[in-house]
């Protein structure tokens, strides 16, 4: 089946102009990575900073509950 002028002309602007795409695409994969990337790791320091409050009050807990077995409260 013969190429056509129009596709012809179609690829030729397709060589042309398809590396400006190519870039234009890059550069937004790139920025979205760039702001994902610091999203995670925001989140990433937010956990392990409620994981450490939660062992901190998980051994305070415990401490204090240690603590009321060795000293009944007498009433």
Excluded: I, Y
């Amino acid at each position: 089946m013969p190429v056509t002028d129009a596709e012809r002309r179609a690829g030729q602007q397709l060589k042309e102009h398809g590396g400006d795409l190519t870039d234009k695409v890059k550069d937004v994969a790139s920025d979205l990575k760039d702001d994902l990337g610091g999203t995670v790791r925001d989140a990433a320091g937010e956990v392990r900073e409620t994981a450490r409050d939660a062992a901190r009050t998980t051994g305070e807990t415990a401490r204090s509950g240690a603590q009321d077995v060795r000293n009944p409260a007498t009433s």
